[in-house]
């Protein structure tokens, strides 16, 4: 019998989590990479930022977990009523898995009241067996994206040099120019934050993005730092900031979510020395795969990140794309609702507030 979103079909046996430590370990224990973004950190992170977090996992045979999803809700202003996201989740550990993970979002989002829950999970175009699970149970291809669709990944279990051949040659040449021209690249602390949003809010100004005031920022970037889950990269001429980068960490993975950089000095290179320095770094310490958070939604020239994509590529960076997000109409009536005025509302919001929205593509 097919399950539909007002039709509930039978939840599996799940167990709230509620020990940061347990729900960590458990999670780098039983998926190959799990994203930061389903990380205790992150859910506490979210919830001093309007979101309630909890979690949930279906247990296996084996002590281990099948599924797992670290599930935000918040109220849906202007809407007296709630929604849930589930970023870069739920996750599984087979296909047959699946069923199960999609459970666990949507028990929550019923028994919570929710409109409708949303997930974002990195499932490749080409699965199609996934996305008959997905339609069968209820769930819709969303319009509205939170994370990037797309991204790039560097596989970094390969060596140094070899990570070096595979990069287009004119890359390799801005390495060792910026090196020898005299760019030095140095781990930033807690105390560097200042001059990193400083650049930062340079880099938006240039490039046409909204910038969140400092207090946001130093919370989120401080927080993952000061909790060995982020890593400031800052490059310098003469003692003389000219960009940095943020490299955040969760087992084996590493994301490059934020990069800053000023326009002096820029045929110094700092940019590409800065990545290489990140990644080498990455690899020291035992990170398997380097995503570069982030590519077009369509590979061409008129995608306005085609350049970013260009730059990444260069390193010898893959395309890794995604069916991007799904939405669990928990009420079609309110969901349809919700889509038709909610565009405007948060334009609205944007233009008051000046608040940057989480696709922005942080470089």
Do not use: C
């Not at 287009?168 to 949003?197: C, E, M």
């Not at 069916?323 to 509302?345: C, E, K």
């Amino acid at each position: 019998m097919t399950a539909v979103a007002n039709s509930p079909a039978a939840m599996p046996p799940s167990t709230l989590v509620s020990d940061d430590a347990a729900w960590d370990a458990a999670l780098l224990a039983n998926f190959a990479h799990p994203p930061i973004l389903q990380s205790s950190a992150w859910g506490h992170f979210k919830s001093r930022t309007g979101w309630s977090m909890t979690r949930r996992a279906a247990p296996d045979a084996a002590d281990g977990w099948r599924a797992a999803a670290s599930i935000l809700s918040r109220r849906a202003a202007p809407l007296p009523v709630s929604l849930v996201y589930v970023p870069r989740g739920p996750l599984w550990q087979t296909p047959a898995d699946l069923p199960t993970a999609l459970a666990l979002v949507e028990d929550a989002a019923r028994r919570q009241g929710a409109i409708f829950a949303k997930i974002d999970p990195l499932i490749h175009p080409d699965d199609t067996a996934a996305q008959a699970t997905l339609r069968t149970r209820g769930w819709l291809p969303s319009t509205e994206q939170v994370q990037f669709r797309n991204t790039l990944t560097l596989d970094l279990t390969q060596s140094e040099d070899d990570l070096l051949a595979a990069m287009k040659q004119k890359w390799r040449y801005n390495i060792r120019l910026a090196a020898k021209k005299g760019v030095a690249v140095r781990l930033g602390t807690l105390a560097d934050l200042p001059t990193f949003y400083t650049m930062y809010v340079e880099t938006g100004e240039r490039d046409g993005f909204i910038v969140r005031p400092y207090d946001y920022y130093h919370d989120a970037w401080g927080t993952f730092i000061g909790d060995g889950l982020a890593q400031l990269f800052l490059a310098e001429f003469e003692d003389q900031p000219l960009g940095g980068i943020l490299l955040f960490r969760y087992g084996p993975t590493a994301w490059y979510m934020y990069g800053a950089s000023r326009d002096a000095h820029r045929n110094l290179m700092p940019n590409y020395l800065l990545q290489w320095e990140a990644i080498r770094w990455a690899k020291q310490q035992g990170v398997t795969l380097y995503d570069w958070w982030g590519a077009p939604d369509v590979v061409d020239e008129s995608d306005p990140m085609y350049g970013v994509y260009r730059f990444k590529d260069g390193f010898g960076a893959q395309f890794a794309p995604s069916t991007g997000a799904w939405d669990f109409p928990v009420n079609r009536r309110l969901y349809q609702v919700y889509h038709r005025i909610m565009p405007s509302y948060l334009e609205f919001r944007r233009r008051i507030h000046r608040v940057d929205t989480p696709t922005t593509p942080h470089r």
